[in-house]
């Protein structure tokens, strides 16, 4: 199996389980409708280790462009091969996107809140405010990239690393996800974000475009912040694209401070459609 083979269907598996169970939390009439938050975090943690487990040995199971990203910067993966790794990523995501909504057949027209069927398959934020939302990004993706780096270091029992991967996603999910849903992935959000849009699923309402940039740029960043931190601080190789990438992370927030929506003109906004 190729490295894009490897992603495309190790991130299908890692969306089938990870959207499933947010429609299994989403849509009204399923066995496991309003069963929480711990629910989700423990449903992604797991989805992130058996896709892992499932094509690591093929392609590294990145199954993330931030990751990918990041692992280009520490020099672990040759720049030529990222855009093969994030096509397969992409794809892979709006495949196990649409078998999350047959799976779930009967279930969209049962349920009558457009929101709770884009949650299924995107992120959004719980206060909607565009600097603070990408900083929650940035920040839960180095985390994530900076534990990943940090795992790989340590010396577990031979298998032990997806399963240990899969709880740092719990961990972040459960500290760090409350307030945009942590993507921390571009695929994973822009993915099935795309099939939502295309799907036919009855009352869907809008695919919330406009936010969809947030999840995409902020993993990105923060992505490679930590790649970037890890090879500096930890690994003691100085690289100057560090600099680089911590530049355009304020000139990003100062721009989203300064265009961007706030929480208050939200509810003006809010009000004055109404």
């Not at 936010?211 to 890890?230: D, E, K, N, Q, R």
């Not at 721009?255 to 939200?266: L, V, Y």
């Amino acid at each position: 199996m190729t490295a894009f083979w490897g992603e495309l269907i190790g991130t299908a598996i890692l969306i089938t389980l990870g959207a499933g169970v947010c429609a299994g939390v989403n849509l009204k009439k399923t066995l496991s409708n309003s069963s929480g938050w711990v629910i989700i975090t423990f449903g992604w943690g797991l989805a992130v280790a058996v896709a892992a487990y499932s094509v690591g040995k093929f392609s590294g199971a990145h199954l993330n462009p931030a990751l990918t990203v990041a692992l280009a910067f520490t020099g672990d993966l040759p720049w030529k091969e990222v855009p093969t790794y994030i096509i397969g990523q992409v794809l892979g995501a709006m495949i196990g996107a649409t078998v999350v909504y047959f799976h779930y057949l009967p279930h969209w027209k049962a349920t009558d809140d457009p929101g709770a069927k884009l949650g299924t398959f995107a992120t959004g934020p719980a206060i909607p405010y565009t600097m603070a939302n990408l900083i929650s990004e940035m920040i839960g993706t180095f985390v994530l990239v900076l534990g990943i780096l940090a795992i790989g270091a340590n010396k577990f029992t031979d298998g032990l690393n997806p399963l240990i991967v899969g709880f740092l996603i719990v961990s972040i999910g459960m500290s760090l996800g409350g307030t945009t849903g942590y993507a921390i992935n571009p695929a994973r959000d822009f993915g099935p974000r795309l099939a939502h849009a295309l799907l036919p699923i009855p009352g869907k309402g809008s695919s919330n475009w406009g936010y969809a940039w947030i999840p995409v740029i902020g993993p990105m960043l923060g992505g490679s912040l930590g790649g970037l931190f890890y090879k500096t601080v930890f690994l003691g190789k100085t690289d100057i694209n560090l600099w680089f990438v911590i530049g355009a992370i304020v000139i990003i927030l100062a721009a989203a401070f300064f265009i961007g929506k706030k929480p208050q003109e939200m509810a003006v906004v809010k009000k004055v459609s109404a």
